[in-house]
């Protein structure tokens, strides 16, 4: 089946535009056990790498697309018209001057700004393939931190590496973690040593910037016993004219007493498939907590999860989806529980405006041997105009005594009485709707770091801006 | 001339005639009211002054100080300064009162001008407290888990604060005990002056005991049938609105 996606036209100053890049790595289009081997070739995979990659690359073309239950709009991916690796052949950049002058002038279009840098404790932004650019602050090198690409992880530190890189999501998990196991390049490798707090977030901007180019970055972050650490990950692409495949794997692994705390925002253009998976180890007392916020897309799919391994373990997924015309985010959550006393949360909110599609999609899974067990499910739905589209697919399993479950759901719309009220004051029309809907996931984005929500509220204005009128 | 000023006004919702021929005119400076029993047609009119979508003018006019307020959409009238006190304020979830009144506040400025924070806040406070509310009270969210008095004095606490030139209050006194509707009387009072023109909109004589009007007006099936000062409060409440029902074939025009 073929669709056609009409994208809506709103203002998309930031993000809606490109550089001239020298591929000088470029694997050509299509897949097949040749691109496999050009990409560990270029790379200099080791061989259990080349082999994983292999493996990846057999699961993908043996598993059949996941239409049986989630969209129909996958069959439109052509995977033989993809690039699956493109890198500029440069090792990645330690310094700022270092960065070529074309890739600065990206970043101050996306508005990296150079004083926000000082906030961060170190940035990684990858720019097509390879990271182009990484620098730690020194603080939290001498901390022991480990903040690289994850090609310079699995190189330089295969001891930590190999004994949890595919651990928490297997090749095999699905279709598109398979695929991102064949193809992977970029994405961060992250250790932190027991008892170390990362006071400051670690910030990472991925983009894509070449037309049917897939991105399969990979991450994988560690919090050994006790330690902490925040990671954000922000996302503004071009916007292109054919199809783009975004196939991301993120795995976290928080040891005994760890905190793990990993933000998103992204911003696709109108394109892009998103297909991710992304998934935490929580162990004894740990805690795992996503805040995931999906705006733009042709097809997001995406249901960040958590393994309560060890008892006393907390998960916690925080999302909020803005599906606008043409758009169909079908996310949630993913909430294993398999210790004791191991506690969930779970709150979705969504908005869909003119043909948008919002999706909720959810696994609670409580076996019955555990004890003292608890899950909290909220998913609110908001509707912006009548050809809006909503639906929710919770699926809770709770089985033994002891453990309780607690799940609401709600669809609202923006009643026409209340936008009339907030013109009275003044407001305009899209001013309006626009407050209206930063109402609506106040009480979520309030937990988001500062300037994540100031950067969500403007986002939103933007969405909004097409949907009157 | 400085007046709001309604002529030969007709309404209809859905080919229903609600308001038909009512012409008023409210100078800047001056509070009038306007009684009138259920259905008179009082809450539409005050709708349709500030641009409610669902009704219809079939003819007549509206202006303010002289310009067309039927040819502006509702927040163009609302920045322009007519303000309307909802007889049922909307709830909007999430939003705090301290964030909407200075998005309002905002949407007032030129482009590329911001408020000032901390002056906002203290004309804010200093309005709260005339209206005996808590500082707390600013980071709830519109109108949500109000009860009728907290909602008829957020609406008093907005007029306050956004300085209209005119402003309409339709049934501000409803849902009311005496206590808040002293608080609220005394809101208005203190912004009575040259720079405000006011239209009461009530069922009841009580809320002019304590907002004197400088003219009451009588309306009935969507007429004004009387028109006087503010004895004509008294003497409606004293003769029952049949007796103004009885004048309601000839219509008046008011001032």
């Not at chain 1, 082999?51 to 073309?61: A, S, V, Y």
């Not at chain 1, 709009?73 to 950049?93: N, P, Q, V």
């Not at chain 2, 007549?60 to 039927?70: A, C, N, R, S, Y």
Request: charged share 25%; aromatic share 8%; hydrophobic share 40%.
């Amino acid at each position: 089946m073929k669709t056609e996606t009409k994208a809506v036209d709103i203002n998309r100053n930031i993000g809606d535009f490109s550089y001239k890049v020298d591929y000088a790595k470029d694997a050509g289009t299509g897949l097949s056990d040749k691109t496999i081997h050009y990409i560990s070739d270029v790379k200099e995979d080791p061989d259990w790498v080349r082999e994983f990659r292999l493996r990846g690359l057999k699961t993908f073309l043996e598993k059949p697309l996941p239409t049986h239950w989630a969209s129909k709009d996958l069959e439109a991916i052509d995977f033989d018209k993809i690039r699956y690796y493109l890198a500029s052949g440069d090792a990645a950049k330690q310094t700022w001057e270092e960065v070529p002058e074309d890739i600065k002038r990206t970043f101050e279009r996306l508005g990296i700004p150079e004083q926000e840098r000082k906030f961060l404790a170190g940035v990684e932004a990858q720019f097509d393939s390879e990271a182009v650019y990484s620098n730690i602050k020194k603080a939290v090198g001498e901390q022991g931190v480990i903040f690289v690409g994850s090609t310079e992880g699995l190189k330089n530190h295969p001891e930590i590496f190999r004994k949890w890189f595919g651990k928490v999501i297997p090749i095999a998990d699905n279709k598109f973690s398979a695929l991102n196991a064949a193809v992977f390049s970029g994405g961060s490798f992250i250790y932190v040593p027991p008892g170390v707090k990362v006071k400051h977030p670690l910030q990472a901007y991925f983009r894509i910037n070449a037309e049917n180019f897939g991105q399969f970055e990979r991450t994988l972050i560690i919090a050994d016993e006790g330690s902490e650490v925040t990671y954000m990950e922000g996302c503004t692409a071009p916007k292109f004219e054919t199809t783009t495949l975004h196939s991301a794997v993120v795995e976290l692994v928080a040891l005994k007493g760890a905190k793990i705390q990993y933000i998103t925002v992204q911003n696709w253009s109108a394109n892009v498939f998103n297909l991710v998976t992304k998934r935490g180890l929580a162990h004894e007392d740990a805690e795992i907590k996503w805040i995931d916020c999906n705006i733009g897309s042709r097809l997001t799919m995406k249901y960040p999860g958590v393994v309560l391994k060890g008892r006393k373990a907390r998960g916690e997924v925080l999302s909020i989806a803005l599906a606008n015309n043409g758009q169909h985010q079908d996310t949630g959550a993913k909430m294993i529980h398999a210790a004791d006393e191991t506690t969930s949360n779970i709150i979705s909110k969504s908005i869909s405006i003119g043909t948008g599609r919002a999706t909720y999609r959810g696994l609670v899974h409580v076996p019955k041997h555990l004890k003292n067990c608890k899950n909290n499910t909220e998913c609110d739905a908001l509707l912006i105009n009548s050809t809006s589209r909503t639906d929710t697919y919770p699926a809770i399993t709770v089985r033994g005594t002891g453990n309780a479950v607690q799940h609401e759901a709600s669809v609202s719309q923006v009643s026409a009485e209340q936008i009339f009220y907030m013109q009275q004051r003044g407001l305009s029309e899209a001013q309006a709707m626009s407050l209206s809907v930063n109402g609506f996931v106040n009480d979520l984005v309030r937990q988001f770091p500062m300037e994540y929500s100031v950067e969500l509220k403007r986002l939103i204005e933007l969405e909004m801006e097409g949907s009157v009128g | 001339m400085n007046e709001l000023r309604v002529e030969n006004l007709h309404v209809a919702i859905d080919d229903q005639q609600i308001v038909r021929g009512l012409s008023l005119a409210v100078p800047r400076g001056e509070v009038h009211a306007i009684m009138g029993p259920n259905g008179s047609g009082k809450s539409t009119l005050a709708k349709v002054m500030a641009g409610h979508p669902d009704y219809h003018v079939t003819k007549g006019k509206i202006t303010m100080d002289g310009e067309d307020l039927l040819a502006l959409e509702a927040d163009d009238r609302a920045r322009k300064g007519l303000f309307l006190a909802f007889q049922y304020p909307s709830e909007v979830p999430g939003v705090t009162i301290a964030n909407f009144l200075r998005a309002a506040l905002q949407s007032r400025l030129p482009e590329g001008e911001e408020l000032e924070a901390t002056e906002y806040y203290a004309r804010l406070y200093e309005k709260m407290e005339l209206l005996g509310m808590d500082r707390s009270f600013t980071s709830r969210a519109v109108n949500e888990g109000f009860s009728g008095g907290e909602k008829k004095r957020t609406e008093i606490l907005q007029l306050a604060m956004l300085e209209p030139k005119y402003a309409v209050l339709d049934e501000t006194d409803s849902g009311l005990d005496i206590d808040a509707l002293k608080v609220v009387a005394r809101g208005v009072n203190t912004m009575r002056g040259p720079n405000l023109g006011v239209l009461l909109i009530t069922h009841y004589q009580r809320l002019l005991n304590y907002i004197v009007p400088d003219h009451v007006h009588v309306m009935v099936q969507g007429r004004i049938v009387r028109s006087g000062g503010k004895e004509l409060a008294l003497e409606l409440e004293e003769r029952g609105y049949d007796w103004a029902r009885a004048a309601a074939d000839e219509p008046v025009l008011a001032r």
